[in-house]
């Protein structure tokens, strides 16, 4: 049970931004992810809350209080490391039994807490492997353990599915969140995977070099991203862009190479002579064999077969590749002129200079 | 495909294996034969009457053979006694000290960042790159002043300038590759010292026991300076007592058997820790 706030927190490493002015607010029994690259920031701000890593400046508050000097474990805390980090030398009973060492809770206290959360996590007979004889899978469930027996007020977990096999990463995935509603422990979630981010998390702090992009339900960054950078890192195939202008005029209409269209009010306070790049989603191109007036042209560059849809990736003219998703039967041999089209309801705008959106 | 390089592998280990075996076959040998047997021509390649007379030789003990050759006692007996008296205890000496100061340092320098590493992390690995031959004569005129020709400290002093750095270098290797436990650690609120002496240490006991190995047969065998600065003192240590050998009426066995002598104490070391040579790769299996 815990609300945590960031106040304008920054860390530099060197040269580069470790965390600039990061504000941010988690609440209760939340499920945060924090999605980027690497060398976004995402990390050092988990380390900062953890308390693993002192911010340069800013305030950690942890439910009303301000945490920003106190060392990890007096943050009733927990946290799952990259690759579910365990002790290598203890078995899966003692890495646990690390977790209360320090607790100050007494024998029988401990001995009914780790089993009780082996029942959780369905570890019983994991007990007493060492680390190197369990599975990836295995593994995860330890770590899990071994910070859920601390039962804390908020339960980090930094990367921790990133070395697994994608099917494990999908089942894991799920027990997690199954997890911590069950729990309803605030959890602060790293991961570099926007699928996992977009299935995962209550909320989405997306970042990039240092900055909070935009945090939001993973339908805001989905529907709604705020700067061209988010509209491009989440969703899979990625969006398209294409550069567009604004023609000003009695009712503003929209261009794009050949395409035109008409904006129905929408960027009504852009002036004219603008220009823009629009966003559109796979889902939303249309690609066809014989163009009209306002399509655009472009040469097939791959097919990607998925089963129940296909992604073809197009070339345009400036070399710059576009994805749209067609019916599973579409054959398109590499090569092949196509010409494509979007309605302009679907399109997002962002500023080409800023990278901000224009709605 | 696979069994012509299988046969390649096996030839190659079998040279390997010659290569290496061969000498110190020929040294037991010689330790087991009688001077006029050393002394055939042609060699013998088996001992024909193979009897430890010379070992017991050197330690100052008469044997008479079965076809009742009397073997003396070797006029160096005493000095090979002294010698591995002497040997024992600096390298068990050496070795707990370069311990006490190398698990330590290379915990240091393998996990934690501070200013100026960089630079003493060169000034370690140019302590290693120096031949022990270039600090043997500004050592030597040092220990004069200080009265230190010829004792124990003294070469157990000499002999740390070798080992630590090398050991530090040896041991951060392994170190830097074992898990990011410290954080682990921290938020299970331990500290440093208990992350250190509790998590650390028994989590790499195998690389640390392999260094206290080294350490050890490098102050055993250390032969540059113990020859310059103990050789004929009561600080004599076992190899700069061998070549006590060189200068008398040539005793091929007595020099064979004292050899042998200074071979077993390493042979049984590693023979008892082969397996944590063998579990040096405790990393974590999934990184």
């Known amino acids: 049970m815990a609300r945590i706030n960031l106040q304008g927190i920054s860390k530099k490493f060197g040269a580069s931004a470790g965390v600039e002015w990061l504000d941010m607010q988690i609440a209760d029994g939340e499920l945060l992810i924090l999605l980027g690259p690497s060398g976004c920031g995402k990390s050092t701000t988990l380390n900062i809350i953890a308390g693993l890593m002192a911010p340069a400046s800013g305030k950690v508050i942890i439910n ?296 | 495909m696979a069994a012509r390089s299988k046969l390649w592998g096996i030839m190659f280990v079998v040279v390997a294996l010659l290569w290496t075996l061969m000498p110190l076959y020929w040294i037991v040998r010689f330790a087991l034969e009688t001077q006029s047997e050393v002394s055939h021509f042609p060699p013998l390649f088996f001992p024909p009457n193979p009897q430890p007379g010379a070992f017991l030789n050197i330690l100052g003990f008469n044997y008479t053979t079965a076809s009742g050759i009397l073997l003396p006692a070797s006029g160096q007996a005493s000095q090979i006694l002294l010698g591995l008296r002497n040997s024992l205890i600096l390298a068990v000496l050496v070795t707990i000290a370069t311990m006490l100061v190398v698990v330590p340092l290379a915990y240091v320098f393998a996990r934690l960042d501070f200013a100026h590493k960089g630079k003493l992390l060169g000034a370690i690995l140019l302590a290693v790159s120096l031949p022990p031959v270039s600090t043997l004569i500004p050592f030597y005129s040092l220990y004069v002043q200080l009265n230190l020709v010829g004792t124990l400290a003294g070469l157990f002093i000499v002999t740390l300038t070798i080992t630590i750095p090398l050991v530090t270098w040896m041991l951060m290797g392994f170190l830097k590759n074992l898990p990011p436990v410290e954080s682990l650690g921290r938020i299970d609120g331990f500290s440093r010292t208990y992350i250190f002496m509790r998590i650390v240490v028994p989590m790499g006991k195998s690389g640390i026991v392999v260094a206290a190995m080294i350490a050890f047969l490098f102050s055993w065998n250390e032969y540059v300076y113990a020859q310059v600065l103990v050789t004929g003192s009561n600080a004599v240590t076992l190899p700069a007592a061998m070549t006590g050998f060189l200068f008398q009426v040539p005793q091929p066995a007595h020099l064979a058997a004292s050899l042998t002598l200074t071979l077993i104490p390493p042979f049984v070391l590693v023979f008892f820790l082969q397996r944590h040579i063998t579990e040096l790769n405790l990393v974590d299996p999934i990184r």
Request: charged share 25%; proline share 7%.
């Open chain 1, 64 to 359: 009303d209080e301000d945490v920003t000097d106190l060392p990890p474990h007096q943050r009733n805390i927990a946290m799952v490391f990259q690759s579910a980090l365990l002790y290598p030398h203890l078995t899966g009973r003692q890495n646990i039994l690390m977790s209360l060492k320090r607790s100050g809770l007494g024998r029988e206290e401990i001995a009914r807490r780790v089993s009780e959360t082996a029942t959780i996590l369905d570890i019983g007979p994991l007990l007493d492997k060492l680390p190197s004889h369990l599975s990836g899978g295995e593994r995860q469930r330890v770590a899990t353990a071994k910070a859920i027996v601390r039962q804390p007020d908020v339960f980090l977990l930094d990367e921790p599915l990133a070395a697994l096999d994608a099917a494990l990463r999908l089942t894991l995935r799920s027990e997690l969140v199954n997890l911590q509603k069950r729990l309803r422990t605030t959890m602060v979630f790293v991961t570099h995977d926007q699928t996992e981010a977009m299935t995962m998390g209550d909320r989405i702090a997306v970042m990039r070099a240092g900055r909070l992009e935009q945090i939001g339900t993973p339908d805001d960054v989905y529907n709604r991203p705020d700067t061209l950078f988010v509209a491009g890192f989440v969703g899979s195939p990625p969006m398209n862009f294409f550069p567009g202008e604004i023609i000003g005029g009695e009712s503003p209409r929209l261009r794009c190479g050949a395409m035109e269209g008409e904006l129905k009010g929408r960027l009504a306070t852009v002036p004219g002579n603008t220009q823009v790049m629009i966003a559109v989603r796979p889902q939303h191109l249309r690609v066809r064999e014989e163009g009209g007036p306002g399509t655009l042209s472009a040469t097939v560059f791959a097919l990607e077969h998925l089963g129940k849809e296909s992604v073809i990736i197009l070339e345009m003219p400036d070399r710059t590749k576009v994805r749209a998703i067609v019916d599973p039967g579409v054959r398109a041999p590499v090569g092949t002129a196509l010409q494509l089209d979007f309605d302009m309801e679907d399109a997002l705008f962002f500023d080409p200079t800023t990278g901000h959106a224009i709605r």
